[in-house]
């Protein structure tokens, strides 16, 4: 609306109109501005989030060499050409194989004549020029033994009887306790699938087995490992020093979780649908060891007097920090870890006293290293985690019988994973509770150089009150 020069000369009408127009005006100036400034705030939400993930994409990826992943997901690197290469072989004196120190048979043979010159070669004069051993595997057939048990109508009452069997060969399944505990050993400890394993029995020991038998075999293996696995915890809760780790396991098409106890002289597993602390709780109650070694997981902490945190699993949080670029703190906390645990394997040759000073100088370098501020994300998570932990960092350095790393309950669930991977886990409960009683046994037969072969056999054919050999066959 053009203005006339003279505003005075303006009608009210005219007034109204123009400050109407000038309201709108600012209004619109207003929306425009508060429009402009979300469209700001929103593209400096984006720049910060973007930015943020640009941060993550840039950092390196998590391997199981820098961080907790297993080494199933981590991903190994070609070998350059040169590295592929047999280097050459150093010179050393031959070694040959052991020979046997009772052999079943020895053949000698002696010369006649010279084979040169065909003269007469006398056996006075004939010495051992060439001994070695041929090897071979007798062919295994099945021991049947068939039982007859006569009897008839006795004469004098009329009842109709049968004669006792011999203890030991009571009528029920046909397969004995060393057939059961091969099953068993080849099923849990190898990953033999059952028909896969029928097969295996038929060509290697000539025995006629069913998926059906072998599956009841597992199922009266049940209790005798349980009734062993009970033993065994006993001897892990009364262990002043215990290891513990768990890994997950599938039952029933759910994921449940395997879990570790390595005590002094026994292990035990346990398979739960939990990974919660209420496992621990309800396994060892109000015991509490004197150290309780493990990982960070909240789970497991809080259930003994001391904790040993495993160092093997800080090394590789401090290996990732370096990656993203934090020299300052975790460079240093590695190199510190690197070193005590060199400490810690020679702590058998070391005095008591000298433990003690090193540990002390540990805890005077840690001080400094903890005073230094980190540099990056990952570099300041684990600072932070070492400012409120770093009491249970160095407690094997006095107690020769706490291991710095838990990499020994690793190894206990190493096998458990391989049976995970190849059976894709159990269908039944008591199939799962039946594996860990298995692996309980083996496990603490390893850990004391026992025989796994012997052990299960022995486990399984030991007598229980009201034990029999029910069970179809």
Known sequence: MPLPLAPAQLSHIEKDALIAALTARMVLADERIAAQDAHIAAQNALIVALEARLNELSRPPKTPGNSSKPPSQGQKQDLPATATERPARKSRPGV????????????????????????????????????????????????????????????????????????????????????????????????????????????????SISEGAISNILARARQPLLDATAAIEKVVLASPVVCSDETSVRVKGKNWWEWVFIGTLAVLHVIQPSRGKAVVTALFGAIQPEVWVSDMLG???????????????????????????????????????????????????????????????????????????????????????????????????????????????????????????????????WGAQTYAAFRSVVSTAKANRASVLDTVRFVISAKRPGDTLAGAG
Not at 118 to 142: D, N, W
Not at 151 to 177: I, K, M, N, W, Y
Not at 303 to 325: F, N, P, S, T
Not at 345 to 365: G, P, S, V
């Open 299 to 429: 789970s497991q902490r809080g259930h003994g007097a001391l904790w040993q945190v495993c160092l093997a699993h800080l090394l590789r949080d401090a290996k990732y920090a370096i990656e993203c670029g934090d020299t300052a703190f975790s460079a240093p906390f590695r190199w510190l870890l690197l070193r005590a645990i060199a400490i810690g394997r020679r702590r058998e040759a070391l005095k008591d006293t000298t433990l003690k000073q090193y540990l002390h100088d540990l805890d005077r370098r840690l001080d400094r290293i903890l005073a230094v501020a980190p540099i990056g994300e990952p570099g300041r998570k684990l600072h932070k985690r070492m400012l409120a932990n770093r009491a249970h960092l160095f407690v094997f350095m006095t107690n020769r019988a706490v291991p710095p790393t838990n990499n020994i309950s690793e190894r206990h669930l190493r096998p458990s994973v391989i049976f995970r991977k190849v059976t894709n886990g159990f269908r039944c409960e």
């Open 96 to 207: 040959g194989r052991t020979l046997h120190p009772n052999p079943d048979r020895t053949i000698d043979r002696r010369l006649a004549t010279c084979p040169k010159c065909k003269a007469v070669f006398p056996e006075t004069s004939q010495t051992p020029q060439q001994v070695y051993e041929r090897i071979e595997l007798p062919p295994v057939r099945p021991d049947v033994t068939q039982i007859r048990l006569s009897g008839g109508r006795c004469d004098c009452c009329g009842e109709r009887v049968t004669a006792q069997a011999p203890s030991g060969l009571e009528q029920g399944s046909p397969f004995g306790h060393s057939i059961a505990a091969m099953v068993v050993y080849l099923h849990y400890a190898h990953a033999i699938g059952m028909e896969r394993l029928a097969l295996l029995m038929n060509e290697l020991f000539a025995l």
